[in-house]
Protein backbone atom coordinates (compact mmCIF):
# COMPACT_ATOMS: atom_id res chain seq x y z
CA UNK A 1 0.00 0.00 0.00
CA UNK A 2 2.77 2.43 0.69
CA UNK A 3 3.86 2.11 -3.07
CA UNK A 4 0.67 2.37 -4.42
CA UNK A 5 0.40 5.53 -2.44
CA UNK A 6 3.66 7.35 -3.72
CA UNK A 7 2.69 5.91 -6.97
CA UNK A 8 -0.95 8.06 -6.99
CA UNK A 9 1.18 10.69 -5.79
CA UNK A 10 3.39 11.20 -8.54
CA UNK A 11 0.06 11.79 -10.86
CA UNK A 12 -0.33 15.85 -10.98
CA UNK A 13 -4.04 15.00 -11.13
CA UNK A 14 -4.83 12.46 -8.21
CA UNK A 15 -1.92 13.92 -5.94
CA UNK A 16 -4.23 16.69 -4.26
CA UNK A 17 -7.47 14.32 -4.39
CA UNK A 18 -5.63 11.82 -2.08
CA UNK A 19 -3.83 14.47 0.10
CA UNK A 20 -6.96 16.25 0.90
CA UNK A 21 -8.65 12.78 2.12
CA UNK A 22 -6.42 13.87 5.40
CA UNK A 23 -7.91 16.99 6.64
CA UNK A 24 -11.59 15.59 5.05
CA UNK A 25 -11.18 12.96 7.73
CA UNK A 26 -9.95 15.19 10.45
CA UNK A 27 -12.70 17.72 10.02
CA UNK A 28 -14.56 14.78 12.08
CA UNK A 29 -12.77 15.63 14.90
CA UNK A 30 -15.06 18.09 16.17
CA UNK A 31 -18.18 15.79 16.38
CA UNK A 32 -16.52 12.85 17.53
CA UNK A 33 -14.76 15.09 20.57
CA UNK A 34 -18.77 16.02 21.45
CA UNK A 35 -20.35 13.41 21.18
CA UNK A 36 -17.76 10.58 22.13
CA UNK A 37 -14.99 11.91 24.36
CA UNK A 38 -14.43 13.58 27.93
CA UNK A 39 -16.25 16.61 28.33
CA UNK A 40 -12.69 19.14 29.46
CA UNK A 41 -9.52 17.17 28.24
CA UNK A 42 -7.96 18.53 25.29
CA UNK A 43 -4.74 17.18 27.08
CA UNK A 44 -6.16 13.68 27.55
CA UNK A 45 -7.60 13.61 24.17
CA UNK A 46 -4.69 14.36 22.42
CA UNK A 47 -2.23 11.88 23.96
CA UNK A 48 -4.73 9.16 23.54
CA UNK A 49 -4.58 10.34 19.83
CA UNK A 50 -1.02 10.61 18.93
CA UNK A 51 0.78 8.43 21.65
CA UNK A 52 -0.78 4.85 20.78
CA UNK A 53 -1.09 5.32 16.98
CA UNK A 54 2.76 6.21 16.93
CA UNK A 55 4.16 3.27 19.15
CA UNK A 56 2.27 1.21 16.88
CA UNK A 57 3.85 2.00 13.84
CA UNK A 58 7.17 2.53 14.99
CA UNK A 59 6.52 -1.35 16.46
CA UNK A 60 5.20 -2.23 12.90
CA UNK A 61 8.07 -0.49 10.78
CA UNK A 62 11.01 -1.33 13.74
CA UNK A 63 13.14 2.00 12.03
CA UNK A 64 15.18 3.72 14.09
CA UNK A 65 15.81 6.66 13.58
CA UNK A 66 19.44 7.67 12.19
CA UNK A 67 21.16 10.08 14.94
CA UNK A 68 21.20 12.94 12.55
CA UNK A 69 17.82 13.32 12.24
CA UNK A 70 16.17 12.77 15.88
CA UNK A 71 16.34 16.41 17.20
CA UNK A 72 14.19 17.15 13.72
CA UNK A 73 12.29 14.59 13.90
CA UNK A 74 11.37 15.40 17.69
CA UNK A 75 10.66 19.33 16.40
CA UNK A 76 8.42 18.20 13.88
CA UNK A 77 6.32 16.05 16.16
CA UNK A 78 6.29 18.72 18.94
CA UNK A 79 4.46 20.82 15.78
CA UNK A 80 2.78 18.70 13.62
CA UNK A 81 1.24 16.92 16.51
CA UNK A 82 1.50 17.19 20.25
CA UNK A 83 1.19 21.17 20.04
CA UNK A 84 -0.89 20.90 17.72
CA UNK A 85 -3.66 18.60 18.55
CA UNK A 86 -3.35 20.10 22.01
CA UNK A 87 -3.87 23.45 21.12
CA UNK A 88 -6.79 22.19 18.13
CA UNK A 89 -8.51 20.31 20.90
CA UNK A 90 -8.82 23.44 23.38
CA UNK A 91 -10.36 25.51 20.21
CA UNK A 92 -12.48 22.54 19.74
CA UNK A 93 -13.73 22.57 23.82
CA UNK A 94 -13.81 26.29 23.95
CA UNK A 95 -15.59 27.26 20.43
CA UNK A 96 -18.11 26.63 18.30
CA UNK A 97 -16.61 24.39 15.35
CA UNK A 98 -17.30 26.61 13.09
CA UNK A 99 -15.63 29.17 14.67
CA UNK A 100 -12.56 27.30 15.46
CA UNK A 101 -12.46 26.49 11.83
CA UNK A 102 -12.37 30.10 11.06
CA UNK A 103 -9.95 30.77 13.35
CA UNK A 104 -7.36 27.98 11.31
CA UNK A 105 -8.19 29.42 8.20
CA UNK A 106 -4.65 31.97 9.16
CA UNK A 107 -3.21 29.10 8.66
CA UNK A 108 -1.95 29.23 4.73
CA UNK A 109 -1.58 32.70 4.98
CA UNK A 110 1.08 31.87 7.54
CA UNK A 111 2.74 29.13 5.27
CA UNK A 112 2.84 32.52 2.60
CA UNK A 113 5.30 34.18 4.85
CA UNK A 114 7.35 31.27 6.38
CA UNK A 115 7.67 30.24 2.69
CA UNK A 116 9.69 33.38 2.00
CA UNK A 117 11.33 33.16 5.56
CA UNK A 118 12.36 29.44 5.37
CA UNK A 119 12.23 28.35 2.00
CA UNK A 120 13.22 31.69 0.05
CA UNK A 121 9.85 31.59 -2.00
CA UNK A 122 8.47 35.02 -3.12
CA UNK A 123 4.69 35.53 -2.60
CA UNK A 124 2.11 34.93 -5.37
CA UNK A 125 -0.42 37.19 -6.06
CA UNK A 126 -2.97 34.60 -7.14
CA UNK A 127 -2.01 32.39 -3.34
CA UNK A 128 -2.26 35.76 -1.20
CA UNK A 129 -5.73 36.68 -3.30
CA UNK A 130 -7.09 32.78 -2.70
CA UNK A 131 -6.03 33.46 0.39
CA UNK A 132 -8.26 36.15 0.87
CA UNK A 133 -10.89 34.52 -0.72
CA UNK A 134 -11.11 31.48 1.85
CA UNK A 135 -11.33 33.71 4.56
CA UNK A 136 -14.44 34.90 2.85
CA UNK A 137 -15.85 31.44 2.15
CA UNK A 138 -15.16 30.11 5.30
CA UNK A 139 -16.73 33.26 7.19
CA UNK A 140 -20.06 32.98 4.76
CA UNK A 141 -19.73 29.13 5.51
CA UNK A 142 -19.55 29.14 9.92
CA UNK A 143 -19.67 32.75 10.93
CA UNK A 144 -22.89 33.12 12.35
CA UNK A 145 -24.46 35.77 14.82
CA UNK A 146 -24.64 33.01 17.50
CA UNK A 147 -21.50 32.58 18.04
CA UNK A 148 -20.02 33.31 21.23
CA UNK A 149 -16.65 34.03 20.96
CA UNK A 150 -13.91 32.96 24.20
CA UNK A 151 -10.25 34.47 24.25
CA UNK A 152 -8.86 31.28 25.00
CA UNK A 153 -10.30 29.27 22.52
CA UNK A 154 -9.71 31.94 19.95
CA UNK A 155 -5.96 31.85 20.63
CA UNK A 156 -5.80 28.55 21.02
CA UNK A 157 -6.69 28.33 17.60
CA UNK A 158 -3.56 31.07 16.01
CA UNK A 159 -1.45 28.73 18.02
CA UNK A 160 -2.64 25.53 16.63
CA UNK A 161 -2.52 27.46 12.62
CA UNK A 162 1.09 28.56 13.34
CA UNK A 163 1.64 25.02 14.92
CA UNK A 164 0.48 23.60 11.44
CA UNK A 165 2.04 26.00 9.33
CA UNK A 166 5.17 25.31 10.59
CA UNK A 167 5.01 21.96 10.63
CA UNK A 168 4.27 22.04 6.37
CA UNK A 169 7.14 24.24 5.71
CA UNK A 170 9.85 22.86 8.48
CA UNK A 171 8.40 18.99 6.92
CA UNK A 172 9.40 20.14 3.23
CA UNK A 173 12.43 21.81 4.19
CA UNK A 174 13.73 18.77 6.39
CA UNK A 175 12.59 16.15 5.29
CA UNK A 176 12.47 12.50 6.06
CA UNK A 177 15.57 10.15 6.45
CA UNK A 178 16.89 8.84 3.49
CA UNK A 179 16.76 5.03 4.73
CA UNK A 180 13.25 5.28 6.63
CA UNK A 181 9.53 5.06 4.88
CA UNK A 182 6.77 7.39 5.37
CA UNK A 183 5.10 4.84 7.84
CA UNK A 184 7.50 4.86 10.15
CA UNK A 185 8.70 8.38 9.35
CA UNK A 186 4.82 9.29 10.66
CA UNK A 187 5.02 6.46 13.79
CA UNK A 188 8.43 8.74 15.36
CA UNK A 189 6.41 12.12 14.72
CA UNK A 190 3.32 10.67 16.52
CA UNK A 191 5.36 9.02 19.65
CA UNK A 192 7.49 12.22 19.85
CA UNK A 193 4.14 14.64 20.06
CA UNK A 194 2.32 12.14 22.71
CA UNK A 195 5.54 12.12 25.19
CA UNK A 196 5.91 15.51 24.40
CA UNK A 197 2.17 15.94 25.96
CA UNK A 198 2.90 13.20 28.70
CA UNK A 199 4.12 14.56 31.47
CA UNK A 200 1.47 17.63 30.76
CA UNK A 201 -0.86 15.44 31.26
CA UNK A 202 -0.12 13.67 34.22
CA UNK A 203 0.55 16.94 35.90
CA UNK A 204 -2.66 19.06 34.39
CA UNK A 205 -5.39 16.85 34.21
CA UNK A 206 -4.57 13.79 35.83
CA UNK A 207 -5.33 9.98 34.44
CA UNK A 208 -8.80 9.36 34.15
CA UNK A 209 -10.43 6.59 36.38
CA UNK A 210 -12.24 4.93 33.70
CA UNK A 211 -12.87 4.99 30.17
CA UNK A 212 -16.99 4.34 28.69
CA UNK A 213 -17.11 1.97 25.69
CA UNK A 214 -17.96 5.63 23.89
CA UNK A 215 -14.88 7.37 24.98
CA UNK A 216 -12.75 3.86 23.60
CA UNK A 217 -14.96 4.22 20.33
CA UNK A 218 -13.70 7.93 19.89
CA UNK A 219 -9.90 7.60 20.68
CA UNK A 220 -9.71 4.45 18.59
CA UNK A 221 -11.03 6.48 15.87
CA UNK A 222 -9.12 9.41 16.08
CA UNK A 223 -6.16 7.45 16.80
CA UNK A 224 -6.13 5.10 14.24
CA UNK A 225 -8.29 6.90 11.49
CA UNK A 226 -7.40 10.25 12.11
CA UNK A 227 -3.91 9.89 13.17
CA UNK A 228 -2.34 7.05 12.13
CA UNK A 229 -3.62 6.52 8.60
CA UNK A 230 -4.20 10.38 7.97
CA UNK A 231 -0.83 11.40 8.88
CA UNK A 232 1.00 8.88 6.70
CA UNK A 233 -0.97 10.60 3.97
CA UNK A 234 -0.20 14.04 4.60
CA UNK A 235 3.36 13.68 5.09
CA UNK A 236 3.55 11.78 1.94
CA UNK A 237 1.49 14.76 0.33
CA UNK A 238 3.95 17.39 1.48
CA UNK A 239 7.05 15.59 0.06
CA UNK A 240 5.03 15.22 -3.12
CA UNK A 241 2.87 18.87 -3.59
CA UNK A 242 4.11 22.33 -2.99
CA UNK A 243 3.82 23.83 0.31
CA UNK A 244 0.88 26.15 -0.36
CA UNK A 245 -1.06 23.82 -2.65
CA UNK A 246 -1.08 21.25 0.65
CA UNK A 247 -1.85 24.25 2.92
CA UNK A 248 -4.71 24.95 0.98
CA UNK A 249 -5.95 21.64 0.85
CA UNK A 250 -6.38 22.08 4.87
CA UNK A 251 -9.80 24.06 3.97
CA UNK A 252 -11.21 20.55 3.42
CA UNK A 253 -11.47 19.96 7.43
CA UNK A 254 -13.61 22.75 7.81
CA UNK A 255 -15.92 21.62 4.88
CA UNK A 256 -16.12 18.07 6.52
CA UNK A 257 -17.60 19.59 9.66
CA UNK A 258 -20.17 21.89 8.10
CA UNK A 259 -21.16 18.69 6.15
CA UNK A 260 -21.14 16.41 9.68
CA UNK A 261 -23.00 18.73 11.08
CA UNK A 262 -25.93 18.86 8.82
CA UNK A 263 -26.03 15.04 8.97
CA UNK A 264 -25.61 14.19 12.68
CA UNK A 265 -26.29 17.93 14.42
CA UNK A 266 -29.36 19.01 12.17
CA UNK A 267 -27.30 22.02 11.48
CA UNK A 268 -28.81 23.57 8.11
CA UNK A 269 -27.13 24.91 5.49
CA UNK A 270 -28.40 28.04 4.38
CA UNK A 271 -27.61 29.56 0.57
CA UNK A 272 -25.02 31.60 2.02
CA UNK A 273 -23.38 28.87 3.44
CA UNK A 274 -23.67 27.18 0.52
CA UNK A 275 -22.11 30.09 -1.46
CA UNK A 276 -19.22 29.89 0.84
CA UNK A 277 -18.56 26.45 0.60
CA UNK A 278 -18.12 27.19 -3.08
CA UNK A 279 -16.12 29.91 -2.46
CA UNK A 280 -13.64 27.39 -0.33
CA UNK A 281 -13.90 24.85 -3.17
CA UNK A 282 -13.03 27.16 -5.91
CA UNK A 283 -10.01 28.88 -3.67
CA UNK A 284 -8.73 24.82 -3.13
CA UNK A 285 -8.50 23.86 -6.61
CA UNK A 286 -7.04 27.85 -8.08
CA UNK A 287 -3.68 26.83 -6.21
CA UNK A 288 -3.02 23.22 -6.98
CA UNK A 289 -0.72 22.10 -9.54
CA UNK A 290 -1.62 21.54 -13.26
CA UNK A 291 -1.07 18.83 -15.01
CA UNK A 292 1.58 19.61 -17.47
CA UNK A 293 0.30 19.92 -21.11
CA UNK A 294 1.17 16.93 -23.69
CA UNK A 295 3.19 17.93 -26.58
CA UNK A 296 1.03 18.34 -29.95
CA UNK A 297 1.98 15.29 -32.39
CA UNK A 298 3.48 16.59 -35.41
CA UNK A 299 1.94 14.64 -38.69
CA UNK A 300 4.17 11.76 -40.00
CA UNK A 301 5.81 12.34 -43.23
CA UNK A 302 3.43 10.68 -45.06
CA UNK A 303 1.00 13.28 -44.03
CA UNK A 304 2.38 16.27 -44.61
CA UNK A 305 1.85 18.80 -47.57
CA UNK A 306 4.47 18.79 -50.26
Not at 139 to 165: E, I, K, P, R, Y
Not at 289 to 301: C, F, G, I, K
Request: hydrophobic share 55%; with cysteine; glycine share 10%.
Amino acid sequence: MPSRLGAVMKSPALAPATAALAPAVWGSTYLVTAELLPPDRPLLASVMRALPAGLMLVALTRARLPRGFRAKTAALGVLNVGAFFYLLFVAAYRLPGGVAALVLCAQPMLVLLLNGVVLKQGIRAAHAAACGSVAVGISLLVLTSSAQLDAVGVVAGLGAAACMAAGIVLTKKWGKPPTMGNLAFTGWQLTFGGLFLAPMLVVGEGLPQTFTAENLLGFSYLGIVGAALTYWIWFKSIEALPTIAVSFLAFASPLTAAVLGFLFRGEAFTPIQALGALVIVGSIVSVQPRPPRLPRALPSPAHRSP
